[in-house]
Nanobody, 126 residues
Framework: QVQLVESGGGLVQAGGSLRLSCAAPGLTLSSYDMGWFRQAPGKEREFVAA????????YYVDSVKGRFSISKDNGKNTVYLQMNSLKPDDTAVYYCAARLPYASGGVYSPSGYRYWGQGNQVTVSS
């Protein structure tokens, strides 16, 4: 069973930055689209960002455009989410996930992602 391993969450003040990392032992990330999702208490899991298998395409939810940046290092088999200008509304558990490029649902939907991380808490204080 493949398990993605996340790190880098924590507590930060509004306006601060954090970088989340997602390592993928047992996967070849160059063959997968990678996504980040988040879930706040009492809310559904929502799409945050994704990067295509080649690294050439990136996708973001409108609320994080210009503040968050997704990248992947295929050599290190790791995906990153750089989060700048953080807001209290960004507080959530963040999950990384992997999907095969031809999976149904598209990069924005969690349904097509096959492998998931355990989740990493990000808390932004006002």
């Amino acid at each position: 069973q493949v398990q993605l391993v996340e790190s880098g969450g924590g507590l930060v003040q509004a306006g601060g930055s954090l970088r989340l990392s997602c390592a993928a032992p047992g996967l070849t990330l160059s063959s997968y689209d990678m996504g980040w999702f988040r879930q706040a208490p009492g809310k559904e899991r929502e799409f945050v960002a994704a990067i295509g298998w080649s690294g050439g395409s990136t996708y973001y939810v409108d609320s994080v455009k210009g503040r968050f940046s997704i990248s992947k290092d295929n050599g290190k088999n790791t995906v990153y989410l750089q989060m700048n200008s953080l807001k209290p509304d960004d507080t959530a558990v963040y999950y990384c996930a992997a999907r095969l490029p031809y999976a149904s649902g598209g990069v924005y939907s969690p349904s097509g992602y096959r492998y998931w991380g355990q989740g990493n808490q990000v808390t932004v204080s006002s």
